[in-house]
């Protein structure tokens, strides 16, 4: 069993009744940190495999689960939890990290995953990459979220000031998402607007709606 495999079975048994509290509470502390979604949303199933990554990475949700794990699956879960986050470019097979400075030669991923890739040529996304070297592996897992291209230039200040203050991974990369869900909520608004050094904080407010925008979901905008 592989550990792309392993990640996929981890996430079909965090279906379980038995732990839905558990997942629960996870999800909750995942959309505090990355923004809320709703089955009405458009990027619903898109942040729903973002929280499944973390979830099975940093989350060790794997953990929970593991009396049902078979022991070739168990062996992956250490190299799961030590996962490297990044927030990576594509250059064919070769991921560059923008945020550490990280090139990792991805060796495998799934057909969802490469079509996304595909997809979004020149785009920055958060994503989560499993290195092992017995056997060796280095894979791209599912749940990557795509920054949109017109937020490039505007995240590359975010990562300067991120950087100035010693901010950890985990916190850049959560307050990037957090922005993405502020653009892709409004209506109408540049890049610049959503992704703006300010807002690193995980209490900051979030970008309000300007004189004549039009709000997505049932948010009125100011006339």
Same mark, same amino acid.
């Given at each position: 069993? =592989? !550990?792309?495999?392993?990640? #996929?079975?981890?996430?079909?048994?965090?279906?379980?009744?038995? /732990?839905?509290?558990?997942?629960?509470?996870?999800? %909750?502390?995942?959309? #505090?940190? #990355?923004?809320?979604?709703?089955?009405?949303?458009?990027?619903?199933?898109? +942040?729903? +495999?973002?929280?499944w990554c973390d979830a099975v990475t940093a989350g060790r949700f794997g953990r929970e689960v593991r009396g049902q794990l078979s022991e070739d699956e168990r062996a992956w879960l250490g190299?799961?939890?030590?996962? *490297?986050?990044?927030?990576?470019?594509?250059? =064919?097979?070769?991921? !560059?990290?923008?945020?550490? =400075? &990280?090139?990792?030669?991805?060796?495998?991923?799934?057909? %969802?995953?490469?079509?996304?890739?595909?997809?979004? &040529?020149?785009? @920055?996304?958060?994503?989560?990459?499993? =290195?092992?070297?017995?056997?060796?592996?280095?894979?791209?897992?599912?749940?990557?979220?795509? *920054?949109?291209?017109?937020?490039?230039? &505007? /995240?590359?200040?975010? @990562? #300067?000031?991120? *950087?100035?203050?010693? @901010?950890?991974?985990?916190?850049?990369?959560?307050?990037?998402?957090?922005?993405?869900?502020?653009?892709?909520?409004?209506? +109408?608004?540049?890049?610049?607007?959503?992704?703006?050094?300010?807002?690193?904080? &995980?209490?900051?407010?979030?970008?309000?709606? @300007?004189?004549?925008?039009?709000? +997505?979901?049932?948010?009125?905008?100011?006339?």
């Amino acid at each position: 069993m =592989g !550990v792309l495999e392993t990640a #996929a079975h981890i996430v079909e048994l965090g279906v379980g009744a038995e /732990i839905a509290s558990h997942v629960a509470a996870m999800r %909750a502390g995942f959309e #505090a940190r #990355a923004g809320a979604f709703v089955p009405e949303d458009p990027w619903f199933e898109e +942040r729903s +495999r973002a929280f499944w990554c973390d979830a099975v990475t940093a989350g060790r949700f794997g953990r929970e689960v593991r009396g049902q794990l078979s022991e070739d699956e168990r062996a992956w879960l250490g190299p799961l939890e030590r996962a *490297h986050r990044g927030l990576f470019r594509a250059e =064919g097979a070769l991921l !560059v990290d923008e945020w550490s =400075g &990280a090139e990792l030669v991805v060796t495998s991923m799934d057909e %969802a995953s490469r079509a996304e890739l595909d997809a979004a &040529a020149g785009q @920055l996304f958060d994503a989560r990459v499993v =290195g092992n070297d017995e056997p060796y592996v280095v894979a791209l897992l599912p749940g990557a979220v795509f *920054h949109p291209r017109d937020a490039t230039a &505007a /995240i590359a200040p975010v @990562l #300067a000031a991120a *950087h100035a203050r010693s @901010l950890p991974t985990a916190d850049t990369l959560d307050a990037l998402l957090r922005m993405a869900r502020t653009l892709r909520s409004l209506s +109408r608004v540049k890049a610049a607007y959503a992704y703006r050094p300010d807002a690193l904080s &995980a209490h900051a407010p979030e970008a309000p709606v @300007l004189p004549g925008r039009v709000a +997505r979901r049932g948010t009125k905008a100011r006339s």
